[in-house]
C-alpha cells in the first residue's frame, strides 16, 4: 500500500528518465523493486493472444508466456479490467511464480482501448495492494504507454 509521497517520487523519477521502450520499462521496474512489499516487478507485453515477458526485477520465473484467460495476468487481459488479489492461495486458477507470494496486482497498459501489455507485481504479504497501488500502477502504465515504442 503506497502512500502518496512515496507514488509522487516515483513518478518525478520515472517522467524524469530520458528513456522509452524497453530501456524505460526495465528502470520502472528496477524502481518499482524498490517499493516496500513489491517483491516482484514486471512487464508483460500482449502478443495475439499471449502474454509475453518483457523487462522484470526479481527472481526467475517459468511463466514467459501466459495465454490470454488463464492465471491473474491472463484473465486481467480477457477481462479487460485491472486484478487486485488479497490472497493467491484463494484462486483455483493462479500461476505460481514463487511459493512465497501471498498477494498480487496487474495493471493493464493501454494505448486508448488496446491493451498493449500490463504490469505485474508480487507480494509476500496477504494483502500488500489496494486502490491506492492500483491507482498509482495506472499512472505508471500510462507513462509506459506514452513511450511504449
Not at 50 to 68: F, K, N, S, W
Request: proline share 1%; charged share 30%.
Amino acid at each position: 500500500m503506497i502512500d502518496s509521497e512515496a507514488a509522487d517520487e516515483y513518478m518525478r523519477r520515472l517522467v524524469g528518465a530520458k528513456a522509452t521502450g524497453a530501456k524505460l520499462r526495465r528502470r520502472a521496474m528496477e524502481t518499482l523493486a524498490d517499493l516496500p512489499g513489491y517483491n516482484w516487478s514486471g512487464v508483460y507485453r500482449l502478443e495475439g493472444d499471449t502474454l509475453v515477458l518483457d523487462e522484470y526485477v526479481g527472481a526467475e520465473t517459468d511463466h514467459t508466456r501466459i495465454p490470454v484467460g488463464r492465471g491473474v495476468c491472463g484473465t486481467a487481459v480477457a477481462e479487460n479490467k485491472n486484478q487486485v488479489v488479497t490472497d493467491v492461495r484463494e484462486l483455483s486458477n493462479y500461476l505460481a511464480c514463487s511459493a512465497v507470494t501471498r498477494s498480487e496486482i496487474v495493471v493493464l497498459i493501454r494505448d486508448g482501448e488496446r491493451v498493449l501489455g500490463q504490469i505485474d507485481v508480487d507480494g509476500h504479504e496477504v494483502g500488500a495492494f489496494d486502490a491506492t497501488d492500483e491507482s498509482f500502477l495506472e499512472r505508471v502504465a500510462a507513462v509506459l504507454a506514452a513511450h511504449w515504442d
